[in-house]
């Protein structure tokens, strides 16, 4: 398969949709390491576990659904 290229000084809504992608994983990464400094001072008691899990679930899930699943 060849790879479309647009003209230069427009974009074409393949090239919109990756820079899209690739702004939606660095406002998640942002948002990830804000977290990743903000919780170790949180307590959630007898929670933890559970949030940990659901946590990494989401984390995956918010990554399969970003990145092309193949």
């Avoid at 942002?30 to 990494?56: H, K, N, R, S, W």
């Amino acid at each position: 398969m060849t790879k479309q290229k647009s003209p230069m000084g427009s974009i074409d809504l393949v090239g919109l949709k990756k820079v899209g992608k690739g702004a939606l994983i660095a406002a998640a990464a942002a948002g990830l390491t804000y977290a990743m400094e903000a919780l170790p001072g949180v307590d959630f008691g007898e929670y933890t576990v559970i949030i940990v899990g659901v946590a990494g679930i989401v984390i995956n899930f918010l990554r399969k659904f970003i990145m092309k699943y193949e």
